[in-house]
């Protein structure tokens, strides 16, 4: 079989010619033997290129949903690209404390989101440690989670986070699965510390080595380092994440998502009663837009750069640079420009309100 087909091109040389991106045809011209294997080779790898490429993006959604309405578009987001291929959606972290108001009403409303979505058997993982949030309590994960139908009553009832991380892993082929954080890294943390279990004989950072793609990061200033929320709030763990990451990172400043603005087109679009996300940002923002830190990070994760952003390199550190009650390290990012370093933050290509209207186009599908 595989000698007639060598006769068969050695007689020809393939060329391809290429429209549009994606659609190719194949010209047949007499050729050398070879120009045949040349071009054969050429044809073969074009093909495994555009079959890999039309495979969905395997991604674990790890986010502080409650204190900001961002993480509910992000999610949105996330089920519209589910529903067009372009992603698989392995599972949610929620690294909100379970043992706090914010991660017992944050899964919940993630549940009734992804009940929304279609996917009420999504995996949903929580952080089981302890709160260290602020005194503030969300202004609609309850009554998200209160108005529409879920399957995990509240975050006592998800499993522990790092064990969903390691079950998910586990499962999926080598370096096929991208990880988006849009909130704290103590889940993360939790992760790169675990052990072999009954899900992997890996250890945790063995286990992302093997399985990890990338990790596309909400986090830090850049290129100017600042003190920023998610980095901040559990600091002692972000500090040990950027330090021991044993795979491509990809970082997404606060810079760039405060100035892409999203949310007020969803609230008008929908009557809040029947879309969970519209009824976030109905509570949260009184309809009017919010940034889009978090859909920000989740479009890079499963789309790439799209000819949107570029990227700089180099090196991203945590300092601590005070200490507040009680005994809290307070921190900030340094960043510093390496073409080699093994860190990597987006920055914009095209104006922000471009940005903007592909985020909202996508919250808005459905
Ligand atoms: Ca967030």
Redesign the pocket.
Same mark, same amino acid.
């Given at each position: 079989m595989i000698c007639a087909f060598n006769q068969f091109f050695l007689a020809f040389k393939f060329k391809l010619l290429i429209f549009n991106e994606s659609i190719f045809k194949i010209k047949l011209e007499k050729g050398t033997g070879v120009n045949y294997l040349i071009m054969t080779i050429l044809l073969l790898s074009g093909l495994m290129a555009f079959l890999l490429a039309a495979q969905p993006v395997k991604i674990i959604l790890d986010? =502080? @949903?409650a204190l $900001?309405v =961002?993480?509910a578009g992000a999610l949105a987001l996330l089920h519209n690209l589910a529903d067009a291929g372009e992603c698989e959606i392995l599972g949610i972290i929620v690294s909100s404390s379970s043992t706090a108001y914010d991660g017992y009403w944050g899964v919940p409303c993630v549940s009734a989101i992804n009940t929304y979505y279609g996917r009420p058997e999504l995996p949903i993982g929580v952080f089981k440690g302890l709160h260290l949030i602020p005194d503030q309590v969300s202004k609609y994960t309850q009554q998200v989670a209160q108005h529409f139908p879920h399957a995990l009553l509240s975050g006592e009832f998800a499993p522990d986070g790092v064990k969903v991380y390691r079950q998910l892993l586990a499962k999926e082929s080598y370096k096929s699965v991208v990880i988006v954080t @849009?909130?704290f890294l103590n889940v993360l943390e939790e992760l790169l510390n675990s052990k072999p279990d009954e899900f992997s004989p890996l250890n945790g950072i063995d286990l992302v080595r093997q399985k990890v793609k990338f990790w596309s990061c909400?986090g830090g200033f850049y290129p100017e380092g600042r003190e920023e929320f998610?980095f901040n709030t559990f600091s002692q763990a972000t500090k040990n994440v950027l330090e021991r990451w044993p795979v491509e990172v990809i970082f997404q400043g606060a810079e760039l998502g405060e100035k892409v603005l999203t949310g007020a087109r969803l609230v008008q679009k929908y009557d809040m009663q029947k879309h969970p996300v519209a009824m976030g940002y109905h509570y949260y923002t009184g309809g009017q837009n919010r940034a889009s830190? $978090?859909q920000i990070s989740t479009l890079f994760a499963v789309r790439g750069l799209q000819n949107l952003f570029g990227l700089k390199k180099g090196h991203n550190h945590l300092i601590f640079h005070d200490i507040r009650p009680p005994d809290k390290p307070i921190s900030k990012n340094v960043w510093e420009s390496d073409e080699n370093g093994p860190h990597a933050y987006l920055y914009p290509l095209v104006r922000y309100e471009k940005i903007a209207e592909i985020i909202e186009e996508l919250m808005g599908r459905r």
């Open positions: 986010t =502080d @949903i $900001d =961002d993480d @849009i909130g909400m998610n830190w $978090d």
